[in-house]
Nanobody, 120 residues
Framework: QVQLVESGGGLVQPGGSLRLSCAAS????????MGWYRQAPGKQRELVAR???????AYGDFVKGRFTIARVNAKNTMYLQMNSLTADDTAVYYC??????????????WGQGTQVTVSS
C-alpha cells in the first residue's frame, strides 16, 4: 500500500503563494495518477489538479492558470505551487495517489490533509 504525507499548508494573505508537497512511501512503484483535492467547510470535495506518471496534467476549472502541479518520480514527491490565492481557496487540501496493477485500477490512497487559509 502507499502512504502519503502532505506538508506546506498554512496561513497566507490574499494574492500570496504557497507550495504544497506530498511525499509517497510504500508501494510507490504501483502509483500512476497523483493529485490534489480540496474541501472547504460546507462544500463538497473538488479536484484541484492531477498528474500522471508521464507528466500529463489536468486542473479544476477554478484554477485558471494560478496553480501548477509537478511530480518528481525519483523522489516520489508531488508538488502544488499555488499563486494569486484568494479567500475562496481556503480549504483542506488532500493529496491522493491511484494504485494500478498493470492497467487495472486497484485503489486510491489519501493523505491526512493540510489546511490552507487565505486571509488578511
Amino acid at each position: 500500500q502507499v502512504q502519503l504525507v502532505e506538508s506546506g499548508g498554512g496561513l497566507v494573505q490574499p494574492g500570496g503563494s504557497l507550495r504544497l508537497s506530498c511525499a509517497a512511501s510504500g508501494s510507490v512503484f504501483s502509483i500512476n495518477v497523483m493529485g490534489w483535492y480540496r474541501q472547504a467547510p460546507g462544500k463538497q470535495r473538488e479536484l484541484v489538479a492531477r498528474i500522471t506518471s508521464r507528466g500529463i496534467t489536468a486542473y479544476g476549472d477554478f484554477v485558471k492558470g494560478r496553480f501548477t502541479i509537478a511530480r518528481v518520480n525519483a523522489k516520489n514527491t508531488m508538488y502544488l505551487q499555488m499563486n494569486s490565492l484568494t479567500a475562496d481557496d481556503t480549504a483542506v487540501y488532500y493529496c491522493y495517489a491511484d494504485d494500478y496493477s498493470g492497467s487495472t485500477y486497484v485503489r486510491t490512497n489519501w493523505g491526512q490533509g493540510t489546511q490552507v487559509t487565505v486571509s488578511s
